[in-house]
């Protein structure tokens, strides 16, 4: 299995469901390859925002060392599931699908945990310590589900 998670720069939302994510899928047992990317070209080749990095950290989780890229069109063909954080990803990566098997990939983080609510994960980069940790709560609550899912199969 391999999962995707996709936010707008991959630096603060879609590394911190990685780290999450990797996090928890090796004390659960979990084989599964997980990546992050951004639909914007902002920021490529750098490092989490240093708040992500220090939430994430409080948190016990190691995020340093990831870099962001952008998503493309053969991230369809490399992974299995792919999580965007919010409607506005949504939009822009189901843009690039090239057929109805590649939308079917697409879904928002939070509907793992809500399903069919459509919740967006909130932006924190305009924000102070309290929203990131409040992303964290929400990417890893989701997280759980998914482990779980995974779990079961």
């Known amino acids: 299995m391999k999962i995707l998670v996709v936010c707008l720069g991959n630096i603060c939302r879609s590394p911190m469901a990685e780290g999450v994510l990797r996090h ?5 047992g979990v084989d599964v390859d997980i990546d992050s990317a951004g639909t914007g070209d902002f920021h490529i080749g750098e490092g989490p925002d ?13 995020i340093s060392k990831l870099r962001a890229r952008q998503f493309t069109v053969s991230d369809f063909d490399t992974y299995d599931e792919i999580y965007v954080m919010d409607e ?10 090239r057929n109805d ?5 697409v879904d928002l983080f939070m509907n ?13 980069y305009f924000g102070g310590e309290s929203g ?9 609550q989701s997280a759980d589900v998914l482990i779980s899912k995974l779990n079961g199969r």
């Open 24 to 28: 928890k899928f090796e004390e659960a």
């Open 50 to 62: 240093k708040r992500a990095v220090a939430n994430m950290d409080k948190n016990g989780h190691d």
């Open 88 to 97: 506005s990803n949504y939009e822009n990566v189901i843009a690039l699908a």
């Open 101 to 105: 098997s590649d939308k079917k990939k």
């Open 112 to 124: 793992l945990s809500h399903p069919g609510e459509n919740i967006d994960v909130p932006d924190p």
């Open 132 to 140: 990131f940790q409040k992303v964290y709560e929400m990417l890893s």
